[in-house]
């Protein structure tokens, strides 16, 4: 076993091997002896951090989420300017894990994993909390008072989640890389696209037959 790096906690080096392990693997092949030894660590610590290998898996994804979800509690959704930051966080957070939404997909449609109720309570905490953001908008006059939030949201996973899911066709495709100065770009353009929808005036209410 490697020396520990004691720069980093015994506890985030787990939660990285954790993600890199389950992120390769199927999760009844992923022993906590093999996410231990990836951490320069030992199985104790997996007991006495997580419970169990359940535990530290929960752990792994709402660490990685939180990000997202905590930004429905800030300032960063007090204004609809706000919709090409938050953008361009899950483009920095999935691009440092690109696998990510692909785990999460094979968690709710193929029920990889023991994580899918879990994973459905997160995305529930997340859009209660979008729900309330909407309504703040509204009431404050920035976004169409007709804005469904739940079309709003997954319009947002829809434009945050298809470029990171495809992103080694799309790359293919278009001949270059879709680095930092790209995923800029389209973060920008994305929360262009969210102003001119959810400005007032917009009416998304059905036309009568």
Excluded: W
Aim: glycine share 6%; aromatic share 8%.
């Amino acid at each position: 076993m490697a020396t520990e790096n004691n720069s980093d906690s015994v506890r985030d080096r787990l939660i990285r091997a954790a993600l890199e392990c389950f992120l390769a693997d199927e999760y009844h092949k992923v022993s906590t002896r093999l996410v231990a030894e990836k951490a320069n660590t030992n199985i104790s610590m997996i007991r006495y951090y997580f419970g169990n290998k359940q535990g530290l898996y929960e752990e792994m994804i709402r660490e990685t989420l939180n990000p997202m979800l905590s930004v429905l509690d800030g300032p960063m959704l007090a204004s609809v300017t706000g919709f090409k930051d938050f953008l361009r966080l899950y483009y920095d957070t999935m691009t440092a894990k690109p696998e990510f939404p692909k785990l999460i997909l094979k968690i709710i449609a193929l029920n990889h994993g023991p994580g899918r109720r879990f994973i459905q309570q997160l995305l529930e905490r997340g859009r209660t909390k979008g729900t309330r953001r909407v309504s703040d908008l509204k009431d404050q006059g920035q976004i169409s008072s007709t804005v469904d939030p739940d079309i709003l949201r997954l319009a947002f996973v829809s434009l945050a989640m298809t470029p990171i899911l495809l992103k080694d066709i799309f790359e293919e495709q278009m001949g270059r890389p879709m680095d930092t100065a790209f995923l800029d770009s389209l973060a920008e353009f994305n929360g262009h696209l969210f102003l001119a929808g959810l400005a007032p005036g917009n009416s998304q209410e059905p036309r009568d037959q």
